[in-house]
C-alpha cells in the first residue's frame, strides 16, 4: 500500500522488536515512520535505545512514542487513579526520551469517554508535561495528515473526545498573545545589548512581584508556541506598539 507511510507497532519492549518488523519492511525499497507503543515496565528501562533506533537499511526510524497506560499498568501491577501521579514518572520518561531523540510524544488514552470536563484536565495535563496530542485507538492516520498543526493524532475512544483534544493541544489566545510579547520585547532588548527584560501584564495590572524574568530559554519556548500557532492556522497578534 503506497499510502502508508507511519506503523503504529505494539508491545515495543526493546530494539530487538524493531528489528523483527525491519526484517519485514526491508523488501519493499521504502522507508516507513514507526511509532513504538511502550506498554511495559522493559519499555520504559529500553526507552533511549528504542527512541534512538534507526534501520540499518534505512526502511524504518522511530518516528513517535506512544504511551499505553493500560498495558503499562496491566504489566507493573500500578492501579490507576483519576489523579495520575502514579504514572508521571512513566509519562515523564517517554516525553524526555522523544524530546531527546527529536520525536513526536503521544500521551495516553482517556478510559473515562463520558466525562469531557475530565478528558479536558487529563489533555491539559499531558501537554504541560510535554506531550504533543493523543493518539485514537483504532486507525492512525499518517503523520503528516496533523502536521499543520503540530499534531500525530488523537488517543480517543469516543468520537465525543477528538474535538475536545484538538482543542486542548494548541496555545490558547493568552498562551499566543504573552509568547508574541516575549518575541517582540526580546528582540526590542538585542538593540539594547540586553540578553533579558521584565515582562508584566499588558493592561498594567501587574504588580512588582508579578513580573517575571525573560532570557533566552523563555523565548525559546515563546517561539515553539508561535509555531505551533501558525502550525494550526491561529492569528498571532501584532504586538510590536504593546
Known sequence: MPQVQTIVLPKVHERHD???LDQVLRGTG???GIIASIESARAIWNIGEIAGWRSSTGSAFVSALLFAAEDYCADTSIIRTRSRTELLYARSHVVNAAKAFGLHAIDMVCVNYKD???LREECEDGRRLGFDGKVRNSTFRRLKDFSHIGL???QAIHPSQ????QETFVPSEREILRA???VAKME???TQNKGAFGLDDPNGASSASETEMIDEPMVKQARKTLERAR???LVIPDVSAA
Open 188 to 190: 526590542e532588548a538585542y
Open 180 to 182: 508574541a510579547r516575549i
Open 30 to 32: 521504502r522507508s516507513f
Open 18 to 20: 524493531l528489528e523483527l
Open 152 to 154: 500525530i493524532e488523537q
Open 231 to 233: 502550525r494550526a492556522g
Open 116 to 118: 469531557t470536563d475530565y
Open 162 to 165: 477528538v474535538q475536545v483534544i
